[in-house]
């Protein structure tokens, strides 16, 4: 029972890094939904806006904390946890990474219990117990520290109703904070994935299940969106929207069929768009997705196969090609660094991000080449823990010390081929996504950035690496680092990190 019983007060808080682009934080946003319903108050905070402070906690029965892996959000999740701590306010620590660590998070001190999985049940029910209502063991979901010290789980909880319209508190939130930085307003309309990418965390956190708002419902949603926001976009943030294209093709009908004039923006993968007939995809184009992302990791069917991600690099061009006749601009993202990749197979990659270039300069964009980083939860993981001897973070605080993306990580590699691989990454954000940024207005930068001088210094600093870039993508040119250098320490002191 919380010092607090009688309060309806939770707060939740959404961690993060204060500076440049804001997306909505969905996840609290659905667990505020949750508590209203069952006649509680939540108050959410966004650490990327602005820090925690007493009078966010003061008097709540508990603090949820939602937190992914590594640098960027565990440290802010901690420095919450002991200003709660010092209150005598319970801490709850959920998200991605609490979730697949549930017992290394929940031993943690400043730790009083930790969420596995999806939470608008088990917040209620934990808000519940610290009323006095319930015992904390009859919640599913969770894990706590027992009287000994033991670690309890309580087993695996039903997974929420996700079928039903929303009323997301976005009043709750500073709203106008997130569509000033961003044109684009995310919105969710299915958890999980069916599929086995071996570098992917959705795995353990959905079990390969996949589940879907109805084609109506999603519509219904859309419209209240646009009527109380009126985005220039909306943004499918889920893993796999074109899962189903019997519901795909539903939606862009509801949609056309109720005159909503909006772009859409969605993730696809080139397996599923290099078998869309054209009717299909003129369909989907008629209904407002002029633009669609793309993860195709590699280049190579060698390491595409070792990463189970199950596409085929013929697939890839296919659908970039398709892109090209419909009228579509694409993003494709790809990876460099996995454990079993050579450098034959790494410039297949390479050579691949120029094919895609080549063949709709204008329209097929790369969205950035990526260092492998080794998630928990990852079949890869697994591999590289197993067979390469990386040894993981043992705490909160060594992951909260953990850089993503960053090819240190990468100990199958030599100190060499990690400069090569971090010289790699950087060019392709300087070559070919400075393409993306260079169409945005003045006016875009100065928001997305946070400031006309964070806006300025990034179109100066952009147009002296540019140059650069492309010398060395060209020749192939991987050796030393040291503009990759500069950036790194300037991005980190934009970031307001050491």
Known sequence: MSLNAQSEKITLVYCGEKGGYLHIPLSILYLGESLIQHGFKPKLVDLRIKEISEEDIHGALFMGVSHMTGSMQIPGALKCAEIAKSMNISTVFGGTHPSILLEQTAVHPLVDVAVKG???????????YFQGKRSLE?????????????IV???DAEP???DQISHLPYELLPMDSYLATSADFGYQSSRGCPHRCAFCAEISLYNRKWRAKPPAVVVEEIKKIIEQFNPKRICFVDSNFFCKKERIEEFCKLIIENG???????????????????????????AGFNEIEFGGE???????TY???DINSEQIIKSIEKCKHAGLRSFTSFMIGFPNESDEEMHKTLNMIDRISSIDPDRSRINGLFIYSPFPGTKLYDIVVNQFGFVPPKSLETWGRFELYDSSNLIWHNEKKKVQLSVISILVRFFFVHKTLSGWSFSEKTNRHGGTLKALASIIFNGFLYPIAKLRWKLRCFEF??????????????????
């Open 138 to 150: 009859s919640v599913k979901g969770i894990a706590y520290k027992s009287s000994s010290g033991k």
């Open 160 to 162: 929420p109703v996700f």
């Open 481 to 498: 680092g040291y503009e990759w250098k500069l950036w790194q320490k300037i991005f980190y002191i934009y970031m307001g990190r050491k």
């Open 307 to 309: 990463i189970n991600k």
């Open 298 to 304: 590699s280049g190579s069917n060698v390491t595409l």
């Open 153 to 155: 789980f309580t087993g």
């Open 118 to 128: 999806e939470g608008e049940r088990i917040v209620v029910e934990l808000a519940e």
């Open 260 to 286: 909503i004039k909006i772009n859409f923006f969605a993730e696809c993968r080139f397996d599923y768009f290099s078998k869309y007939d054209t009717g299909f995809i003129n369909l989907i184009k008629q």
